[in-house]
């Protein structure tokens, strides 16, 4: 008789009849009985990693995206897109003006388009000394990145809307050339250079200002298509809209003529992270 086999012929205490070899199964679970702390670890590590990718903003907007895959983002509702953060973001233009309109007068900076405030503004005068070179003509603001993004819509809040006062007493942007920008230092004159990897886009906005005289909710988001990794993106006024407006204008006095104001109150920037770029924006 052989040695696997007791005396009286009985099963073996493990329950496996003589000569038997562990199966795969049995393997498995000898390997969670006799390293139960390796199993641990390892769903500890796992479980930590979906956690903190659910936590991110990337995995977020993965979330979002899986939710509203046949939703188009827009101002009101950017879906899986993110926010290039205001505080990553610089802006310059080549005029700046200071308004005259009785109890205001404030200095329109290009910083007011990104400060999170829709009662300030940037501002300039309208037409300018450039004007009359068009597309060539220095009217325009700069926004800088300190790295690219995959830019895929832009929202602005357009004119000056502090107030109604404010709001009728300037001109918002009517029309307007967007594009990438190659250079990063301004020009003396004219425009940056536009990148030629990335094709321009030419938005025409909303004015709010009714027949009546009454404006109608100014602070409306008004979309921007744009598709480019970038760095750099400038914002050129082609015309702005002066309908239904006190003439002259009090948007600032110059050399004793009255001379309107045009420009933006706020910009935001919304890029998509890298896996959800094939997802169609616009």
């Known amino acids: 008789m052989s040695g696997d086999t007791p005396p009286d012929g009985?099963?073996?205490?493990?329950?496996?009849?003589?000569?038997?070899?562990?199966?795969?199964?049995?393997?498995?679970?000898?390997?969670?009985?006799?390293h139960p702390w390796l199993t641990g670890i390892a769903t500890g590590i796992i479980s930590g990693v979906l956690v903190s990718f659910y936590l991110s903003a990337t995995g977020q907007a993965t979330l979002t995206?899986?939710?509203?895959?046949?939703?188009?983002?827009?101002?009101?509702?950017?879906?899986?897109?993110?926010?290039?953060?205001?505080?990553?973001?610089?802006?310059?233009?080549?005029?700046?003006?200071?308004?005259?309109?009785?109890g205001y007068g404030e200095y329109h900076r290009p910083?007011?388009?990104?400060?999170?405030?829709?009662?300030?503004?940037?501002?300039?005068?309208?037409?300018?000394?450039?004007?009359?070179?068009?597309?060539?003509?220095?009217?325009?603001?700069?926004?800088?990145?300190p790295q690219r993004y995959n830019v895929r819509l832009i929202c602005?809040?357009?004119?000056?809307?502090?107030?109604?006062?404010?709001?009728?007493?300037?001109?918002?942007?009517?029309?307007?050339?967007?594009?990438?920008?190659?250079?990063?230092?301004?020009?003396?004159?004219?425009?940056?250079?536009?990148s030629e990897a990335c094709p321009s886009s030419t938005p025409h906005f909303k004015d709010y200002l009714g027949k009546n005289g009454l404006v109608s909710s100014a602070v409306q988001w008004q979309p921007i298509k744009?598709?480019?990794?970038?760095?750099?993106?400038?914002?050129?006024?082609?015309?702005?809209s002066e309908a239904n407006r006190p003439h002259p204008p009090s948007g600032v006095k110059l050399y004793g003529w009255q001379k309107p104001l045009t420009g933006i109150s706020e910009v935001r920037f919304y890029y998509c992270p890298n896996f959800l770029c094939l997802l169609p924006t616009n």
């Open 156 to 194: 602005i809040v357009d004119g000056w809307t502090e107030d109604n006062i404010t709001y009728e007493n300037t001109f918002p942007i009517s029309a307007a050339t967007v594009y990438a920008a190659t250079s990063e230092i301004p020009p003396a004159n004219g425009l940056p250079g536009p």
């Open 111 to 145: 910083g007011y388009t990104i400060d999170g405030d829709l009662g300030t503004s940037w501002l300039q005068f309208w037409p300018s000394p450039t004007s009359k070179l068009g597309k060539g003509s220095s009217d325009y603001i700069e926004w800088t990145f």
């Open 65 to 102: 995206a899986v939710r509203h895959h046949l939703v188009r983002p827009s101002c009101s509702d950017p879906q899986w897109l993110l926010q290039v953060p205001d505080n990553q973001v610089s802006a310059n233009a080549y005029y700046v003006q200071t308004d005259t309109i009785p």
């Open 226 to 240: 744009f598709h480019c990794l970038t760095a750099d993106i400038v914002l050129h006024i082609d015309n702005a």
């Open 10 to 34: 009985t099963t073996p205490p493990d329950g496996k009849p003589p000569g038997s070899k562990e199966t795969p199964a049995d393997g498995k679970s000898w390997w969670r009985r006799d």
